[in-house]
């Protein structure tokens, strides 16, 4: 890996055991960014202390043995025992001309690949999407992205709730509406949350319907082909409506992604069995319950996971243990992230600590809750239309586009747009904000969504980035010169220079830290440490003006072609869209 870090560590780590003994090889070299150098090394300091000694004198005898040529000609000891490092122009310079000359922009792929399940978006069908689902969808897709790029095996599973209760009810309204409105688009059953709110009604108000819902359910589970039929119907309509979301969201998931609970119904009477018979499961109040250690309730009492009703019925636990437990035997997965809200984190605590219990999760197979915060509205309460119900998301993407559009037209533009161009522009524009938006914050704080922050043209949103994006090809239009055609040498002349090429450097840990922590505003916050690099770069060093000289020209375009790759790289991983002009 070039990052300059990563090698400044190595070398450090090689003095330390060169100095100290091959036990001192493994140490934490404590590398910091530094004020008054790239980098500073803050191992003496702890190890003065274990071997008795001055830290300076373990910082110049680190120093002794460090071995940098070509990489840091300038080495200082500072201060107590800091050891201050600065990295050669030229050795950055190479290092970023060979990034430029990697299809993987020297991003480097996993040693020992895995096979991940990466588990998002999980809609329920007939009811809609809403924004907490979305963000769990485009959080999810860019962790399955990013995972696939370091080289792992990456499932994508839509675990969508396609079975329960609330289904007897849904297929009888279906019936008192007649089934044919569930195959058109046009129909009371496109229309989710009416559909629901409807049947729900009748549910409650009329005891002849509640009764035929309950017969259903019952029917349902029972495996009634005619049931089963109607049931489809319900579920084909909502894969019609999850897809038009993911279309227009660009999100990689596909009908073949989808194992929904149904899946797992017959995985259930033999996964409870399992539990019975390893005698983690056990009779309690007529329910059968797993009790995992750690977990107690107010009064100290342990804490039940309820795994089969005392009416017999399964619940979302035992769904949830039939889910980890086939993807352990089946799929053989080395490591499985839910991508699912932050309010059921002790669901799935507890979920994963009955599956140690039994065997199916130990430290080479592992599960993990990747917790996704709350949207907010502006109001700082969870995201409600004015009057009050729940926001549609089709109607809130047609918002951000609206507004993309009002925005895209108050910045100044290189040429004209027909409108077909400026209206898939503005599509993206509006489309990667809200993206972006879900990606640029830690994904397990809560939110505010708002869109006057989202579409800004300014600082960390999804229109600065596509839009210095769009900067970079219009250079390189101006010069008459493609990218790929950029090739180099780089040279470092000045200072903005250095500091562009050095953050390019650092993508492939930022991809690999996002990666290994399912955490793409990392990834997030790097790109947008390289466009504001290359912002600062763009005001001091002039391009492809008369009065650059050829070779300082032939540099500075090949440092805006490893900026663009980046950047567009970054962003594909999050599922950002970077148009070419705008
Ligand atoms: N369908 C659920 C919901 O909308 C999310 C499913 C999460 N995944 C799981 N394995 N329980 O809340």
């Known amino acids: 890996m070039p990052d300059p870090q990563f090698v400044i560590a190595a070398r450090v780590q090689d003095a330390l055991s060169a100095a100290f003994g091959p036990s001192y090889s493994g140490a934490d070299p404590v590398i910091r960014p530094s004020q008054f150098a790239d980098f500073q090394a803050n191992v003496a300091l702890a190890l003065a202390k274990k071997l008795g000694r001055k830290p300076r004198d373990v910082a110049d005898e680190i120093v002794g043995r460090l071995d940098v040529a070509g990489v840091a000609s300038n080495i200082e000891v500072s201060g107590p025992g800091f050891i201050n490092v600065t990295l050669d ?68 599973d839509n675990h969508v709730g396609d079975w329960g209760t609330p289904f007897g009810m849904l297929i009888e309204h279906l019936l008192d509406l007649g089934e044919e409105a569930a195959a058109r688009d046009d129909s009371s059953v496109s229309d989710l949350t009416a559909f629901y709110q409807a049947a729900r009604r009748k549910f409650d108000g009329d005891e002849e319907f509640a009764e035929r819902s309950r017969r259903r359910v019952v029917a349902l589970q029972a495996g009634d082909p005619e049931t089963l039929r109607l049931w489809r119907l319900l579920v084909e309509a909502s894969k019609r409506y999850f897809n038009t979301v993911y279309r ?9 992604d989808i194992k929904g609970e149904s899946f797992y119904n017959d995985l259930l009477a033999p996964t409870v069995d399992e539990l019975e018979s390893k005698g983690i499961a056990v009779i309690s ?86 917790q996704i915060g709350n949207v907010l509205g502006t109001d700082g309460k969870i995201l409600r239309t004015r009057a009050g119900g729940t926001v549609k998301l089709i109607e809130l993407l047609d918002e951000a586009v609206e507004r993309a559009g009002k925005a895209f037209d108050d910045v100044p533009h290189d040429e004209p747009f ?29 939110y505010i969504f708002d869109f006057d922050r989202m579409i800004a043209f300014k600082g960390n949103t999804g229109p600065y980035l596509q839009y210095a994006t769009a900067r970079i090809h219009s250079i390189f239009r101006r010069g008459g010169l493609k990218p790929e055609a950029a090739t180099g040498p780089l040279t470092i002349g000045h200072p903005a220079e250095r500091a562009l090429a050095l953050t390019l450097l650092g993508f492939g840990s930022a991809v690999r830290l996002a990666g290994d922590t399912a955490e793409p505003h990392k990834l997030a916050t790097h790109i947008y440490a390289v466009a504001d690099a290359f912002t ?29 790759r980046t950047l567009t790289t970054g962003l594909a991983l ?9």
């Open 418 to 446: 027909d409108d077909a161009t400026r209206k898939a522009i503005v599509e993206a524009v509006g489309i990667g904000a809200v993206k972006y938006a879900d990606l640029s914050v830690a994904r397990d704080s809560e």
């Open 89 to 156: 122009d030229a050795w950055i310079a190479g290092q970023t001309t060979e990034l430029l000359a990697d299809e993987r922009l020297a991003v480097p792929a996993a040693e020992t690949p895995q096979k991940v399940i990466v588990e998002y978006s999980s809609p329920n069908v007939a009811k809609e999407m809403h924004v907490g689902h979305v963000r769990t969808t485009i959080v999810g897709d860019a962790i399955a992205r990013i995972l696939t790029f370091l080289g792992h095996e990456v499932v994508r």
């Open 248 to 256: 227009r969201l660009g999100i990689s998931l596909t009908d073949d």
């Open 536 to 564: 600062t770069f763009y005001e001091h060093c002039p391009v492809v003006k008369d009065d650059v000289p050829p070779d300082v020209r032939a540099s500075r375009l090949a440092l805006c072609a490893a900026t663009l």
């Open 285 to 370: 109040d007529g329910a059968l319950c797993a009790f995992p250690p750690g977990f107690t309730g107010r009064e100290g009492e342990p804490l039940p996971v309820i795994i089969r009703k005392s009416d017999g019925g399964y619940n979302y636990s035992s769904s949830d243990l039939a889910t980890v437990r086939y993807r352990v035997d089946t799929e053989h997965a080395d490591r499985m992230i839910y991508v699912v809200g932050a309010p059921q984190a002790l669901h799935f605590q507890m979920v994963f600590a009955v599956a140690r219990m039994a065997g199916w999760l130990n430290d080479e197979v592992r599960a993990e809750h990747a």
């Open 574 to 582: 999050l599922g950002v869209p970077t148009p070419e002009r705008m």
